[in-house]
């Protein structure tokens, strides 16, 4: 035989040569929850490891995380509902924690990148990431109060912005906003593809964000398509995207794949809750090994295409990664 395959794969030092796919801590985002006021790290039960952190706990999380080369988090608050109105006021209040929490942590560890969300769920009474008249969720009336969002959390330091409401024009409304304010070097990262997934189940336990009524079925992606993705990309990128995101990624790594193959921007994937949550319980029954199957999943988002991960994942992988390379 001429072709021997089996050649390139003889010894450690060879394959890692040939590596055609590298993972670094730097390629991750590690999303964190935040809560209000002084407490004890909250476990999430839906997310094994996770946790609802107030703001002293959470900086002890973040210089942790530093020191395992995950230099960048993304920051959700959990509101009380007695703050939620249908308008999402609290989101861009002067008195919000969420966003005297990102002063902090900036002046704190400036060596960090902080992303936001924008989105109205969290804020929001009605539990959606839009506006609802009549049982309807608008979406030429939700772009002021995105924008409104995006400034208050520009003002507070931070870094990327990631719109998560999957309303149409969203972009190019928050990047007109934000560039009139002055905050023409704060980025864009698009939730360009955020599909009507069944796996974001623990993530809405952590926030209890879920929808008062209906679903999100008018304004997040069918699952089925895979252009569709293509058309929002394009989208994005004419609106002033810095950077695209799917989300979920386990299931859509084909979109994945076509968006970086579609687009000139980098390529984030949201290795969400649920894909999270069915790999911790398959490990704490013993029926995967836990270091392998994280390293395995995050690889395969990587080689798909992702320039950039966000997943809770993160430290534990940055954990791994220092104790194997030193």
Known sequence: MLQRPRRNRKSPVIRKMLEETVLLPSNLIYPLFLVDGKSKPDPIKSLPGIFRFSLDDLSKEIEICLGLGIKTFVLFPAVSDSLKDKK????????????????????????????????MDPYSSDGHDGLVKNGQIVNDETLPILAKMAVAQAEAGIDIVGPSDMMDGRV??????????????????????????????????????????????????????????????????QEGADILMVKPALCYLDVIHLLKESSVLPIAAYNVSGEY???????EKGWLNYDAAMSEQLLSIKRAGADVILTYFAKDFGKLFKKQNG
């Open 88 to 119: 999402a006021t609290y989101s861009y209040s002067s008195k919000n924690f969420y966003l005297k929490a990102i002063s902090t942590l900036k002046k704190k560890f400036p060596e960090a990148v902080l992303m936001s969300d924008v989105a």
């Open 172 to 237: 190019g409304f928050i990047r007109e906003a934000l560039d009139k304010a002055g905050h023409e070097d704060v980025s864009i990262m698009s939730y360009t593809a955020k599909y009507a997934s069944a796996y974001y189940g623990p993530f809405r336990d952590a926030l209890d964000s879920a929808p008062k009524s209906g679903d999100k079925k008018t304004y997040q992606m069918n699952p089925a398509n895979k252009y569709e993705a293509v058309r929002e990309a394009l989208l994005d990128e």
């Open 277 to 283: 949550a069915m790999l911790k319980a398959a490990c």
